[in-house]
């Protein structure tokens, strides 16, 4: 399963890891996935969601 937001399309971003000396190597930063249950067309289904999407659905909600 790609880590990949269902709602955002949100993606791991890449880029270089560097120590004291600078010096260079390849890394990933992945997304904070969340499996949360939400109503998708009136039923419930569980979505891996980023944590950022997800504090702006409740914030939706809310208001």
Do not use: E, F, Y
């Not at 996935?33 to 039923?43: A, M, Y």
């Amino acid at each position: 399963m790609p880590r990949v937001c269902a709602v955002s399309g949100k993606k791991a971003l890449s880029g270089n890891k560097r120590s004291h000396s600078l010096r260079a190597t390849r890394r990933k930063w992945n997304v904070n996935l969340q499996k949360v249950t939400l109503i998708v067309d009136g039923k419930p289904q569980k979505v891996r969601i980023s944590t950022r999407a997800l504090k702006s659905l409740k914030a939706q909600q809310a208001a």
